[in-house]
């Protein structure tokens, strides 16, 4: 089938994208874009989706969960995930998989689907997966498997290649525009909920905690809200934490506070975060964590501000909590470069299917039309 693609002939593409509706809205990432660009072309191109969040195991009780833990027992029934895209990649005979991680899939099975459909691979790396904390023994063993290895992370592209992937590109995050959008706290109760000074929607990773415990010891009267997982562990820390922050409550979030703090993950080698997409999509003042990604994406002091250390980040959020005007400006100019600069998730799909035109050549020959999913 691939070698047919490649000699250009006149046939049906098949996608299959293996993603999570777990985090819905915010995920998946790439099925409404897919959706929209087989949907310009119905007769000639077909999709299928499988969903990772079918697999996940129920957690009934927290002995369960503790059993789970120390057996060290996947989060999803790794036996029928990996039995559903097997017999999902026969039925449908896909011409391409794009697989969003897939940290549970065994490379036996796709073994088993390369040389059952001829599928090309693509694997889009949301998170390092030399970072045990994020990874699996599959997910690095099934490296060599894949024809191309999508890093959002430039620091992991060497080791990919060195892993045996015979192509690793890049390609960053990005957001949703259904999703993500300006949405401000109106009512008593949403403004009792979200207003803030500063606010950091994430994990407490132990890393980032110097920064908040610097921050709220140099500026005691800060309203500062914490949204994510742990933070209620941290005893200095505990009564910042407002829970979770998801779908409509994410974007009040961020239209509640005056500074959003968009801190990378050290462990994943990031150099951007999808906050970097998210947050100025939903016209928030970000400031963030220094890095080369993140100053060639949004100019500094032009488009986002920026700190390197937890001293920075006090100078910084007091400079701006006394400069509204400058926040607000510093805030436009962010949108702007975000909602007109190609940073959707269907633009993201799109330069996937560029930037591997080498092996999939109805993509690159015409997406304007023809026999390839439009990208227009």
Known sequence: MLTALLKGQSIDMRILLFETTAYYPSSPLFLEALQQIVSRQPQQHQYSFIDEARFQRTRRSLVARIGRRLLRCPPVDRTALNQALLEGAISFRPDLILICKGAFISPKTLAHIKRTTEAALINYAT???FN?????PDLVDAIPLYDTYVCTKRGIMVDVAKAGCPSAIYVPFGYKPA?????APTTSEEHRRFDSDVAFIGGCDDDRVPFFKTLV??????NLALYGGFWDRKRDLRRYWRGFAVGRDFRLALGGTKIAINLV??????????????IPACGAFMLAERTSEHTALFAEGHAAAYFASPKELVEKVQ??????????AIAGMARTTVTTGHHTYHDRLCSIFLSASELFYPFSHDLSGGHAPSCA
């Open 127 to 129: 998170d390092d997966p």
């Open 132 to 136: 045990p904390r994020v990874s699996t």
């Open 179 to 183: 999703v993500h959008f300006p949405e």
């Open 217 to 222: 010891e140099a500026i005691p009267t800060l």
């Open 265 to 278: 993950r050290r462990a994943n080698r990031d150099g951007h975060t999808m906050r970097s997409f998210e």
């Open 319 to 328: 400079h701006y909590l006394a400069n509204e005007d400058e926040r607000t």
